[in-house]
C-alpha cells in the first residue's frame, strides 16, 4: 500500500546535477527539500548488485540520520553490446576525479571493440531507481527506462552521460536538449523522456497524487 508524501523531505545525493533535476521534479507539488551533500551526511558504500539496492541503501541511510522521509536515485547507463556495462558502475568509470570525458570515452572505445560499429549494435538505455524511505521503515521503489542510440558526444547541457545518448524518436542528444526537454513532465499526463522523469512519474501517481 503506498503512502502519501508531505512535508519536509531529504534527497540523499551528492550528485548536483540529479540534485537539480530532482528539484525540478518535486517543485510543483510544493515539498520542500534539503541534501545529503548540503547536510553533510557521509555518503554510504554503494555495495549493492542492482540499481534497486543502491538506491535502498542511500535512501535508508538517509532516513535514519535525519529522521526525515529520504528520496535517493540510483541510475546508469546500458550498453547492450557491453553487456549491461557501464550500469551500476557509470558513477565510478568517471573515478574520482568524476572525468565523464574520460568514461565517454572508455564507452565508445570499448563499444568499438565489441564490434559497435552499426545502429544496431550501438543500442543503450539510461535507468533510474527511485527508492523512498520513511524513518519507520516504509519503503516505495520505482524505475523507469529510456532507450536509445550510442553516439559520439554531441552537447554541453545536463551532466554526466547526457552528450552520448540519442533518445528514440529524437534527432537531438540529451546533451543538446533543454531540462524542460529532458526532464519535464508533460501537462498532458504522456509519458515524460528521461528515465528519471519516467520514474518519477510512478512515484508521483503513488505518493504525491
Ligand atoms: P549519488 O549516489 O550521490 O546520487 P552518483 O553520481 O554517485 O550520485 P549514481 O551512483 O546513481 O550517482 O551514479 C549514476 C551515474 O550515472 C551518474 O554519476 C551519471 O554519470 C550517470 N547518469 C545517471 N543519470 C544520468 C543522466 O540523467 N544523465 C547523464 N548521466 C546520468
Redesign the pocket.
Known amino acids: 500500500m503506498s503512502r502519501r508524501l508531505e512535508g519536509r523531505l531529504v534527497v540523499a545525493?551528492?550528485?548536483a546535477?540529479?540534485l537539480r533535476?530532482m528539484r525540478e521534479l518535486l517543485a510543483p507539488y510544493g515539498i520542500g527539500c534539503v541534501s545529503a551533500g548540503e547536510l553533510n551526511l557521509p555518503?554510504p558504500e554503494?555495495t549493492g548488485l542492482t540499481f534497486e539496492e543502491?538506491a535502498l541503501i542511500?535512501a535508508r541511510a538517509a532516513a535514519i540520520a535525519t529522521k526525515l522521509p529520504a528520496f535517493?536515485?540510483?541510475?546508469?547507463?546500458c550498453v547492450e553490446a557491453l553487456g549491461g556495462d557501464p550500469g551500476i558502475y557509470?558513477?565510478r568509470w568517471?573515478g574520482e576525479s568524476k572525468d565523464?570525458a574520460g568514461a565517454m570515452a572508455e564507452v565508445e572505445r570499448k563499444l568499438v571493440a565489441a564490434g559497435g560499429t552499426t545502429d544496431a549494435k550501438r543500442r543503450g538505455s539510461?535507468v533510474?531507481v527511485l527508492a523512498l524511505v520513511w524513518p519507520d521503515g516504509h519503503e516505495e521503489i520505482f524505475r523507469g527506462e529510456v532507450h536509445g542510440q550510442i553516439v559520439l558526444p554531441r552537447g554541453t547541457a545536463?551532466?554526466?552521460?547526457?552528450p552520448l545518448f540519442l533518445p528514440d524518436g529524437h534527432s537531438r542528444t540529451?546533451g543538446e536538449m533543454t531540462s524542460e526537454e529532458k526532464h519535464g513532465i508533460p501537462a498532458d499526463g504522456s509519458t515524460a523522456l528521461?528515465?528519471?522523469a519516467r520514474a518519477f512519474q510512478l512515484l508521483a501517481k503513488a505518493c504525491l497524487a
Open positions: 545525493t551528492h550528485n546535477g540529479k533535476e555518503e554503494e543502491n542511500k535517493a536515485d540510483d541510475s546508469g547507463l557509470s558513477a568517471a565523464f539510461f533510474s545536463g551532466f554526466g552521460y547526457d540529451f528521461s528515465h528519471r
